[in-house]
């Protein structure tokens, strides 16, 4: 088996147990998607966000909804394996959160959170350009998939 197949029985494994995890929700298989695969669960009961999941690069598990889009990688590496597999559940469950940074109506930033304590701990951080500019009204919206 090459190195290229096995990064794809990698994340076919992790995507098949992160379905196990939440079985309710359906997910499809980006056929032709411009990665190696791809896994999209759209806005459906128990999911208020589009999510997609997939690998790219041959070895980077990217996890994205809403603006948030953050990788892990290698994917060889079981311990990324692991937080990854923890951060995509932990929003599926709405135990986690994302905080999106706005510059008027552009998202400069959006990080992962998972609660700790009586606050939240970031997990992982998006961002663009427009997070240096100085100009536009700030403001927060909180992107959580809460189940009530």
């Known amino acids: 088996m090459t190195r290229a197949e096995n990064t794809i029985e990698i994340a076919r ?10 079985p309710h929700l359906q997910t499809t298989v980006d056929a032709g998607a411009p990665v190696e695969l ?3 669960l759209q806005v459906q009961p128990g999911l ?33 394996v692991d937080d990854y597999i923890a951060a995509v559940s932990g929003f599926l469950s709405g135990v986690f959160r994302i905080v ?13 959170q998972s609660p700790k304590d009586a606050g939240w701990k970031t997990i ?15 403001h927060l919206v909180v992107v959580r998939n809460n189940l009530d």
């Open 124 to 138: 992982g951080i998006w961002a663009n350009r427009w997070v240096l500019l100085p100009w536009g009204k700030k």
């Open 13 to 22: 494994r992790t995507f098949a147990d992160i379905q196990s995890r939440f």
């Open 100 to 112: 999106e940074h706005y510059r008027g109506h552009t998202c400069a930033k959006a990080e992962l």
């Open 38 to 40: 791809s896994v999209t």
């Open 48 to 80: 208020k966000y589009k999510v997609n999941l997939n690998l790219q690069n041959n070895d980077e598990l990217h996890f994205s909804a809403s603006h948030f889009s953050l990788e892990w990688f290698p994917c060889t590496d079981s311990a990324r």
